[in-house]
């Protein structure tokens, strides 16, 4: 019942005057500094958080770049040493063939940090002003970005393992180029922005919207 | 709960305005100061582009072949692009910035890829990492250049590269193979480079390398020769085969030796000849002096039909060099026609030169150019009349037009000419030549041959061999008849035949018959005029018989075997002349025809017409002994025989005894004719006498 009413109000634990611990879920009341029960410290609202994910979406971002114009995997075979990014390896998989492969790879490489990168704004621009998105659907996909973003390391996971395996010396060795390194980086940071993010203040937001016309 | 909070006093201070941000901005500044950091850096340390020309991208692609200097890679080729006129491809090479300073002007380039060469494979590597691209420079750091041409091959003798780097020309006849090794002891101790054959075309030249540790083998006195191929001699000891290695043998390679001790150590860029063989380059240590001859072109436009390789080059009748080799050039440019001329190259020998200090080829180009100022030209002149051989004489013309000895660079420095002085002597000995040339030199020996096939084939002809037969045969013939019965019959016959006449007219005496003695006597009357007549003619008679045998006496057989020996000298004299040729027929048919005669002359039965005659003479006798009326035709009959007796022996060469015999048959006739001139008298005078028998 109350996902369905957009309409009405959501009262948020510090208005009830209360603080909930993020680790055991306990209600404690406001200005309580450490959880009674698991000794969680207990924040109303994550300090500076907008502030921190911010800055961590920049630090992703700046490291996405050099993670698509690098070489990702250096393949030396025999005599013959190439070097493909991100989106040249799933182009030549595509070349030869391997669509699901090469869907794969961009969905996971591309299309996921992409899309998180957007989430992230989204709703760290949300937060500030209120959007046409329901403060439930925003938590939503809060969670899922959360979620999905641990998956995004499948291409390192991937890298990593052929590195690991192919190394037959001479005839096949497969490293990781500097976008690996640039990609994890950013996925990390995307992480850590996402992780940054209060979600509680998705329902601040929704106060400020019936505040601000108030205030005015 | 129930005291309502404090009024929270709402501070409205002026924070700055860092002071609200969170630390955790540091991160992003980190972030954003490393990416700059390395954008910066990776900037920063990119190396100019160069380009490349390459007659054609052997594999060249962008953004993998690499350019590498000593097999490390220094940069990479980020473009493959056309010449404007799409005639060379070139390549934009990214260089490292450690080494761009490096790339200099004399920087060389070229394409490493797989080759297969009688020495060997290189670049193998090549084959499956693709083409890359090498560069050689030195160490210095030389004036900026971003344009480079490209080689396809690899330069021997690279910039900054250590060896000794001479250069090889070929002598007359020699031959250079590209790449060929320079062995000594078989060991590779240097290279030879591409040849090219001289602007000048007269020679062919290369580059050539000595690798370092070798260097000291190398003097100005080593002669280098070439030992590709392999040779074959077979001589008292055997078949031999001989050749310097496999390499060599298939891909050429020349060799060397220093054979006199004491030479100098070889600079960079010396010259040194590439002989044919190794006598070859022996020969020319001892023959030629130590200093490089100045080898300067000389361009004739007139014929040199005459001038050879070799010929003489002489100033002032002195010998100073020789012609080394001849060519056609064709020079529209400079000469503004397309004419061939000929183009000389002359080896001036500085040492012959006089030259006082500077003895080198230098020091002589020097003198030549500032003499040649001063009128000093080229001519040919006639070596020898009598060949019509050419040289090359120096001499200063006076008023000569302005010219100076030009030498520019790889060209050979080119003289001057002046008209030549072949035009009157040559042509004088032209003339000789050409009237020469137009005796039937041919012909005559052509006759000449005949002649003597003709006298060796009157020499070997039957007929010739049997002339000494012939004049034997004849000889002997005559001898024959001579000697033969008949001849030596006829004073025989002679004598019988008088005999019988004398005893017909002791017959006649005798008969004493009166009836017929009247008839008789009459006849006789008649007769004895008759025989007053006949008489008559006897002196004559007499005087002819004495001219037969003058002529008997005159000819003797001395001058037939003179003239025959005359006859066989004069043959003798015509076998070397052409009439010989048709001597043996004629020869040979004048002898046949004097065997001819004398074989008619013994057979044809002149000796047996005298006995016929004389067998006449007897019938003659007989018939007088018949009747004294035929005595007067008898005499007329005994004269004619006599005549043609005389006539007989005139043909014939009659020896003493024959013409003795004649004189005495013929006082004997002359006696008959007396006695019957004395019975004619008598019986004119006494008639009864003959009637009485007294």
């Known amino acids: ?216 | 709960m129930a005291d309502t909070p404090p009024k929270v006093e709402i501070q409205s201070t002026k924070k700055a305005w860092l002071s609200g941000a969170s630390f955790i901005w540091i991160i992003p500044m980190l972030a954003l100061v490393v990416a700059f950091g390395v954008a910066w850096q990776s900037y920063a340390s990119r190396g100019p582009l160069i380009v490349v020309e390459f007659s054609d991208g052997a594999g060249i692609t962008a953004g993998e072949t690499a350019l590498k200097y000593r097999d490390v890679e220094v940069g990479i080729v980020e473009n493959v692009t056309f010449t404007g006129d799409l005639s060379r491809v070139e390549a934009h090479i990214r260089l490292q910035k450690n080494v761009a300073e490096y790339i200099d002007e004399s920087s060389v380039f070229w394409i490493v890829q797989p080759e297969v060469t009688a020495q060997g494979i290189t670049g193998l590597s090549t084959v499956l990492s693709g083409v890359y691209i090498e560069g050689s420079w030195d160490n210095e750091i030389g004036p900026d250049a971003d344009r480079f041409k490209g080689s396809d091959v690899a330069p021997l003798i690279k910039p900054g590269g250590s060896g000794l780097q001479i250069a090889f020309r070929t002598t007359t006849n020699g031959t250079l193979t590209d790449n060929a090794p320079i062995m000594f002891r078989g060991i590779q101790v240097g290279q030879v480079g591409r040849a090219q054959i001289a602007r000048s075309g007269a020679f062919a030249i290369s580059e050539g390398l000595i690798y370092e540790e070798h260097r000291n083998l190398i003097s100005s006195s080593t002669r280098f020769w070439d030992t590709s191929g392999f040779s074959f001699s077979v001589g008292p000891t055997g078949a031999e085969i001989d050749f310097s290695s496999l390499a060599t043998l298939i891909g050429g390679g020349i060799t060397f030796d220093t054979f006199v001790s004491g030479g100098a150590p070889a600079r960079d860029g010396q010259v040194f000849e590439v002989f044919g063989e190794k006598e070859a380059a022996r020969n020319s240590l001892f023959t030629t002096s130590e200093v490089d001859p100045l080898r300067m072109s000389v361009i004739f436009d007139e014929n040199v039909s005459g001038l050879s390789v070799g010929a003489p080059v002489e100033l002032s009748g002195f010998r100073i060099g020789s012609v080394e080799s001849l060519s056609g050039i064709v020079d529209v440019a400079k000469f503004g026609d397309s004419r061939v001329r000929l183009n000389v190259i002359l080896s001036i020998q500085p040492s012959r030169l006089g030259l006082q200090d500077d003895v080198s080829a230098d020091g002589a180009l020097a003198l030549m150019k500032d003499r040649v100022v001063n009128g000093l030209r080229a001519r040919l002149a006639s070596a020898s009349l009598l060949t019509g051989g050419l040289k090359v004489e120096l001499l200063e013309v006076e008023d000569a037009p302005a010219a100076e000895l030009t030498a520019n660079g790889l060209d050979l420095p080119i003289m001057p000419t002046t008209e030549s002085l072949t035009s009157d002597a040559a042509a004088t000995v032209e003339g000789v030549f050409t009237r020469i040339n137009n005796l039937p030199i041919e012909e005559l020996l052509n006759s000449a041959i005949n002649v003597m096939n003709s006298a060796e084939m009157l020499m070997s002809n039957g007929d010739l061999q049997k002339v000494p037969g012939d004049v034997s045969t004849l000889l002997k013939d005559i001898s024959e008849i001579v000697t033969s019965d008949d001849v030596q019959n006829i004073p025989v016959a002679l004598n019988a035949t008088l005999m019988r006449v004398e005893g017909l007219v002791a017959e006649l005496e005798k008969q004493r018959i009166a009836e017929t003695l009247g008839k008789t006597l009459t006849a006789a009357a008649e007769a004895a005029d008759a025989v007053t007549s006949s008489v008559e003619g006897v002196p004559e008679l007499i005087a002819e018989l004495q001219t037969v045998a003058d002529k008997a006496a005159t000819l003797e057989f001395d001058v037939l075997i003179q003239e025959l020996t005359s006859l066989t000298s004069s043959a003798e004299a015509l076998i070397s002349s052409p009439e010989t040729a048709q001597l043996p027929v004629a020869l040979a048919g004048a002898l046949d025809q004097l065997n001819a005669t004398l074989k008619e002359l013994r057979e044809g039965g002149a000796v047996q017409n005298v006995n016929l005659t004389l067998a006449s003479a007897r019938n003659a006798a007989d018939s007088i002994a018949v009747s004294a009326r035929d005595l007067p035709q008898m005499i007329t009959r005994l004269n004619a025989l006599f005549v043609q007796a005389g006539q007989t022996i005139d043909g014939y060469n009659k020896g003493d005894q024959l013409s003795r015999a004649a004189e005495a048959a013929l006082r004997d006739i002359q006696q008959a004719a007396g006695a019957l001139e004395k019975l004619a008298r008598t019986i004119e005078r006494n008639p009864n006498s003959l009637l009485l028998g007294r």
């Open chain 1, 1 to 216: 019942m109350e996902l369905s009413g957009t309409s009405q109000k959501t009262i948020t634990a510090r208005e009830a005057g209360l603080v909930a611990c993020t680790r055991c879920a306990r209600a404690w009341p406001l200005g309580t500094p450490v959880c009674g029960r698991c000794g969680a410290k207990l924040v109303s609202r994550k300090e500076n958080s907008l502030q921190r994910v911010w800055a961590l979406w920049i630090v992703g971002l700046i490291c996405y770049f050099p993670a698509n114009l690098y070489p990702m995997l250096l393949t030396r075979q025999l005599f013959t040493e190439t070097d493909s990014t991100i989106i040249s390896g799933a182009v030549d998989l595509a070349h030869h063939g391997a669509f699901g492969i090469a869907a794969i790879i961009l969905i996971a490489s591309v299309v996921i940090p992409l899309g998180k990168f957007w989430a992230i704004a989204f709703l760290a621009v949300s937060v500030r002003k209120q959007g046409g998105i329901a403060s439930h659907r925003r938590l939503l996909m809060f969670e899922v970005v959360e979620y999905i973003g641990r998956w995004s390391m499948i291409d390192i996971f991937v890298v990593a393992i052929l590195s690991a395996l192919v190394q037959i010396k001479g005839l096949v060795t497969i490293n990781p180029g500097p976008a690996a390194f640039f990609f994890a980086l950013s996925v990390i940071f995307t992480m850590l922005s996402a992780q940054a993010f209060d979600p509680r203040m998705i329902w601040d937001a929704q106060d400020n919207d019936n505040e601000v016309p108030d205030h005015g």
